[in-house]
Antibody
Framework: QVQLQESGPGLVKPSGTLSLTCAVS?????????WSWVRQPPGKGLEWIGE???????NYNPSLKSRVTISVDKSKNQFSLKLSSVTAADTAVYYC????????????WGQGTTVTVSS | DIQMTQSPSTLSASVGDRVTITCRAS??????LAWYQQKPGKAPKVLIY???SLESGVPSRFSGSGSGTEFTLTISSLQPDDFATYYC?????????FGQGTKVEIK
């Protein structure tokens, strides 16, 4: 079955760029799925960041759109998140997830990776 | 942006209780709604999609209903494994928004 694994630095300096990668195993990133990033600040709820299709079509949360880039690397079967100009408010657990098809909910999730923004 | 509002924020219940959580959308989302369960330190798990379709492997005590702007998640008989936080999530017009969550606690 499909599994997702996030990776990237756990500490990012304020004003810097947060970069994470989600490796897809057990399936192809070129399948008919949307691949999403979701985050959860400590003790708070879930926030959708954005998503990408293998065709490289993307949709972003309007509140983050100016700072977010999601890309796909088909050769490595992975997709990535870049969030620029980070502040302490971007400290969160970051999850990658698969949406089986539009409207089917996110049925596969990574375990999550904690990113702290601090100097 | 479509806003999702869940109620209540916290719910205290006992094993065996029937539990209902409500989610309201700021505009019509047809049936484009999913429900998730999240336990501390774990990733969310999808329970319901398209407002009322049960995800494979999810116990039948979970059910979803509604369309347009008002939706409900019902647990027919609360089990010990069900104490968790529940989130609704809309997907319409190439955007996704989560509700703020409902924590189901032991009474």
């Amino acid at each position: 079955q499909v599994q997702l694994q996030e990776s990237g630095p756990g500490l990012v300096k304020p004003s810097g760029t947060l970069s994470l990668t989600c490796a897809v195993s057990g399936g192809s990133i070129s399948s008919s799925n949307w691949w999403s990033w979701v985050r959860q600040p400590p003790g708070k709820g879930l926030e959708w960041i954005g998503e990408i299709y293998h065709s490289e079509s993307t949709n972003y949360n309007p509140s983050l759109k100016s700072r977010v880039t999601i890309s796909v690397d088909k050769s490595k079967n992975q997709f990535s998140l870049k969030l620029s100009s980070v502040t302490a408010a971007d400290t969160a657990v970051y999850y990658c997830a698969r949406e089986a098809a539009a409207g089917y909910g996110m049925d596969v999730w990574g375990q999550g990776t904690t990113v702290t923004v601090s100097s | 942006d479509i806003q999702m509002t869940q109620s209540p924020s916290t719910l205290s219940a006992s094993v065996g209780d029937r539990v209902t959580i409500t989610c309201r959308a700021s505009q019509s989302i047809s049936s484009w709604l999913a429900w998730y369960q999240q336990k501390p330190g774990k990733a969310p798990k999808v329970l319901i999609y398209k407002a009322s379709s049960l995800e494979s492997g999810v116990p039948s005590r979970f059910s979803g209903s509604g369309s347009g702007t008002e939706f409900t998640l019902t647990i027919s008989s609360l089990q010990p494994d069900d104490f968790a936080t529940y989130y609704c999530q809309q997907y319409k017009d190439y955007s996704r928004t989560f509700g703020q969550g409902t924590k189901v606690e032991i009474k």
